[in-house]
C-alpha cells in the first residue's frame, strides 16, 4: 500500500486488540487503508519520518490515528503530547483507546488535546460499533481544514 | 542609784531589779521557745520546700520523659503515615493495572468468542451455541466484576461533592428508567414525599440506583409486586427507605449483608456481583450517615439509610 490512500494509523500494541479493532472497521469497509503500528515509539517514527521511516514524504498524513493508551516504551499520552506540541501533525484527529476509566488518564489525554476518548468496552457488540461509529465519524463526517 | 534592804537596786516604778531580772529571763525564755518553735516551723518549711523541690524535679523528668515519648511517637507517627502512604500508592497502582490489564485478556476473549459466535455460527450445532453462550456470559460476568470493583475501591478516595438535592426527583428518574427496562412487568410503586438533602448528587444517585434496581430485581419472581419509597426524619437525621416485597433476606446471615462481594443469593437465583450494597454503604458512610435492613425470606425487604441534615466536613476517609 502507497500511503497516498492512508486512512486509518492503529497504533496498538495488544494483537488480540488490534484484530477486534481492524475487524470492526472491516465490517464497515473502513479499513482499507490501515496502517498498524505496534508502539508509540514507530508511531512517532513513522509520523515524524525517522528511523525505519527516513525519508518517509511527510504530506501523507492520516486522516485519523486510533492511538492506543498503556503501551511499552512510548505510552499513547506522550505520542499524543508529541502530536499535538507540532504544527506539522498537530490537525490530525487522534482518538485515544484505553481499557480504563481512569479520571487522571481522560482529563491529561484532553488537557493534550485529545479528539476522542474511548474505553475499550468488554464486550465486543459495543466494542465493535464504537470502533466503527468513530471511523465512520472521522473519516466520512468530519471535514479537516486544508493547510 | 538608791537601794533597798536586800541590796537590790530599785527601779524608779518601785519594783526591784531583781524582779526585772526575773520578768526579763522569763520573757528571754518565752522568745526562747517561740525561737523553737520557729526554728522547728523553719525546719519543717525548709524540709517541705526540699521535697517540693525534689518533687518539682521528679516532675520535670517525668515530663521530659513524656515529651521523648511523645517526639517517638510524633517520629513512629510520621513513619506509618509514610508507609500508609507508600501501601496507598501500591493499591492504586494495583487497581490502575487491574483496570488495564485484567481486562485486556477479558475482551480478548469475549471478543473473539462473540466473533466466532458471529460468524461462524451456521458452522456450530446445538451444543457449540450453548457452550459458547457460556463463555461469552462468564467473560461479561468477569468484565462486571471488575468495573464493580474498580467502582468501589474509587469511592475510597473519591471526595463529596456538596449540594442541595431533590431526592423526589433522583428517585422518580431512577425508577422512571427502571420501569422501563422492564416493561411488560406489573409493580405497583409508591413514592412518598421526598425531602431535599445536602449531599453528592452522583454518588446519592448511585446509592438510589443500587436500592431501586435491587428491589426490582428481588421482586422478579413474585407477582404483585409492591415497592414502596420514603422518608421521614429521626433527631437530627434524616431516614430514606426502599421496601420491596420479594425474595428478602435470611437475618441470619444479615452481618454479610453489606460487605464487599458477599451475597445472600445465588447466582442461579439472582444474578449478581455483590458489591451493590457495599456501594450503598460507603457512600451513607461519607455521608457521616448509616445504612440498615429488615428482611425475612420470601417476604421481603425493607433498606434504610440515614443522612445527617448538615453533613459535617470530612468524612472522606472512611
Redesign the interface.
Known amino acids: 500500500m502507497t500511503y497516498n490512500e492512508l486512512q486509518i494509523l492503529l497504533v496498538e500494541d495488544?494483537m488480540?486488540?488490534a484484530m477486534?479493532t481492524i475487524?470492526a472497521l472491516k465490517k464497515h469497509n473502513l479499513a482499507n487503508n490501515l496502517v498498524h503500528l505496534y508502539d508509540g515509539a514507530q508511531a512517532l517514527d513513522f509520523l515524524f519520518g525517522k528511523g525505519e521511516y527516513e525519508g518517509r514524504n511527510l504530506a501523507e498524513k492520516p486522516k485519523v490515528i486510533f492511538l492506543d493508551l498503556?503501551m511499552p516504551k512510548v505510552d499513547g499520552l506522550e505520542v499524543l503530547r508529541h502530536l499535538k506540541a507540532d504544527d506539522r501533525t498537530k490537525l490530525i484527529p487522534v482518538v485515544m483507546m484505553?481499557?480504563?476509566?481512569?479520571e487522571k488518564d481522560i482529563v491529561e489525554s484532553h488537557r493534550l488535546g485529545v479528539n476522542s476518548y474511548i474505553v475499550?468496552?468488554?464486550?465486543?457488540?459495543n466494542?465493535s460499533k464504537t470502533v466503527a461509529d468513530l471511523g465512520m465519524y472521522w473519516l466520512l463526517v468530519n471535514q479537516t481544514p486544508r493547510e | 542609784m538608791k537601794k533597798n534592804n536586800d541590796g537590790h537596786p530599785i527601779s524608779k516604778n518601785g519594783e526591784s531589779i531583781m524582779t526585772a531580772l526575773e520578768l526579763s529571763e522569763e520573757a528571754l525564755e518565752a522568745k526562747d521557745e517561740e525561737k523553737n518553735e520557729i526554728a522547728v516551723k523553719l525546719a519543717t518549711a525548709v524540709k517541705e520546700l526540699s521535697f517540693q523541690i525534689t518533687e518539682k524535679e521528679k516532675r520535670a523528668d517525668e515530663l521530659l520523659k513524656i515529651n521523648e515519648e511523645l517526639a517517638y511517637q510524633i517520629r513512629e507517627k510520621e513513619k506509618r503515615t509514610l508507609e500508609l502512604e507508600e501501601v496507598n500508592n501500591e493499591l492504586e497502582a494495583f487497581s490502575?493495572s487491574v483496570?488495564?490489564?485484567l481486562?485486556?485478556?477479558?475482551?480478548?476473549i469475549?471478543?473473539?468468542?462473540?466473533?466466532l459466535a458471529g460468524d461462524y455460527i451456521e458452522q456450530m450445532d446445538g451444543e457449540a451455541k450453548i457452550l459458547f453462550s457460556e463463555i461469552i456470559r462468564n467473560?461479561?460476568k468477569?468484565?462486571e466484576l471488575i468495573d464493580n470493583l474498580?467502582e468501589f475501591s474509587r469511592l475510597s478516595k473519591q471526595d463529596i461533592f456538596r449540594g442541595t438535592i431533590d431526592m423526589k426527583e433522583i428517585v422518580e428518574n431512577i425508577v422512571a428508567d427502571q420501569v422501563k427496562l422492564e416493561p411488560k412487568r406489573k409493580i405497583d410503586i409508591s413514592i412518598q414525599e421526598l425531602p431535599k438533602v445536602e449531599g453528592d448528587k452522583n454518588m446519592l444517585k448511585q446509592l438510589i440506583f443500587n436500592l431501586v434496581s435491587n428491589a426490582f430485581k428481588y421482586t422478579g419472581k413474585k407477582e404483585n409486586v409492591n415497592i414502596e419509597i420514603g422518608s421521614y426524619s429521626l433527631n437530627a437525621e434524616q431516614v430514606f427507605y426502599v421496601k420491596d416485597n420479594g425474595a428478602g433476606f435470611d437475618p441470619r446471615y444479615y452481618d454479610k449483608l453489606f460487605g464487599v462481594f458477599q451475597r445472600l443469593h445465588s447466582s442461579m437465583e439472582f444474578e449478581g456481583t455483590g458489591v451493590g450494597l457495599a456501594i450503598v454503604q460507603k457512600i451513607a458512610t461519607k455521608h457521616g450517615g448509616e445504612v440498615w435492613a429488615e428482611g425475612k425470606v420470601g417476604e421481603g425487604a425493607c433498606f434504610y439509610f440515614s443522612l445527617p441534615l448538615k453533613i459535617k466536613k470530612a468524612n472522606y476517609d472512611i
Open positions: 495488544n488480540s486488540d477486534l475487524r498503556k484505553t481499557s480504563s476509566k481512569e475499550k468496552p468488554v464486550g465486543f457488540d466494542f | 490502575y483496570s488495564h490489564d481486562r485486556a485478556p477479558l475482551r480478548a469475549s471478543g473473539f468468542s462473540e466473533v467473560a461479561r468477569m468484565g474498580l
